[in-house]
């Protein structure tokens, strides 16, 4: 006899396969507010930061610290699971599986047998770098500790032994800000900047002048908040040849010398409005004295 209930036809995946091409690049406004990544490869220091309450201690793994450049696993699995919630998916959770193939043809990256293994670097620097933290997500604070990838396996190899899919467990406490959107989209240029401190102060800029037309920081303040290392003179020409470049994406970066601080002002309308207040703003006091 027939039972009550039907068999389930589909099985309830415990994992999200991410396979959203068109998925516009995210990033989870609280590592883009605070340096949970190194700007440089094999930086074995443990780093402490704390502004405004909130507080964040980074240890690296036997490998180093996770660097900015490997952040991009951290942006490609956040911008799937944005864009499948968006997208009304049922099967989205903290654990993503994806292809190798289409995280480094997203980030831009090359897709010799090198990059293969350069991915597999970065995997194993996200799950040794392990973070103590107090900072928020999806109004939950506590102090908790956490590698910036909980696990990661390869779940199929090709007939060179390179990874072709792997399974990537992210921590909670990023998974929270996922669920509660705590997101900004950056731009497809990000991927294609070189620097790792250009990419940090995109991120900042971002970050910070979300939709106002313009951002003004002192040089000290975004040292600090970038997480450089470099002595203030280093760092200040640094982001003089940023600025004179024009290559930042989104954002033009004006570097002011006498007050020894940077403003970044959208590429918009409102932020070209407000660079030309700000030139006949200084012509006028130019005048004046």
């Known amino acids: 006899m027939a039972g009550h209930l039907s068999p389930y036809r589909h099985r309830q995946l415990d994992f999200f396969v991410a396979d959203i091409l068109d998925a516009a690049p995210k990033d989870d406004m609280a590592s883009m507010e605070h340096p949970l990544f190194a700007l440089r490869a094999g930086d074995m220091r443990v780093r402490v930061y704390e502004r405004n309450g909130a507080s964040v201690k980074v240890m690296p793994g036997t490998y180093g610290c996770a660097t900015i450049h490997d952040k991009d696993v951290w942006i490609y699995c956040i911008s799937q699971l944005v864009e499948a919630i968006n997208r009304g998916r049922e099967d989205v959770g903290r654990v993503v599986r994806f292809t190798a193939y289409d995280f480094l043809v997203t980030t831009n990256r090359d897709t010799s047998g090198r990059a293969y293994e350069r991915m597999g670097e970065a995997l194993g620097r996200l799950s040794g770098t392990r973070i103590e933290t107090n900072i928020e997500t999806d109004g939950r604070r506590e102090r908790a500790g956490f590698g910036l990838v909980d696990s990661w396996r390869v779940i199929e190899r090709d007939h060179d032994d390179r990874m072709v899919a792997v399974e990537v467990t992210l921590p909670d406490w990023l998974w929270r800000s996922v669920k509660a959107k705590h997101v900004l989209t950056l731009s497809r240029d990000y991927f294609r900047l070189r620097k790792p401190l250009d990419r940090r102060i995109y991120e900042l800029a971002r970050k910070h002048c979300g939709a106002q037309p313009k951002w003004r920081v002192s040089l000290k303040v ?4 970038s997480g450089s290392a470099s002595p203030l003179r280093n ?13 930042l994406p989104d954002y033009r970066v004006a ?7 940077v403003t970044f002002y959208a590429r918009a309308p409102k932020g070209a409005k ?5 030139l006949l703003g200084g012509l006028n006091k130019r005048k004046r004295t």
């Open 222 to 225: 975004l040292r600090e908040k």
């Open 235 to 247: 760092f200040r020409e640094d982001i003089r040849h940023l600025a004179e470049s024009g290559e």
């Open 255 to 261: 570097f002011d010398a006498e007050g020894d601080a």
């Open 274 to 278: 407000a660079q030309i207040t700000d």
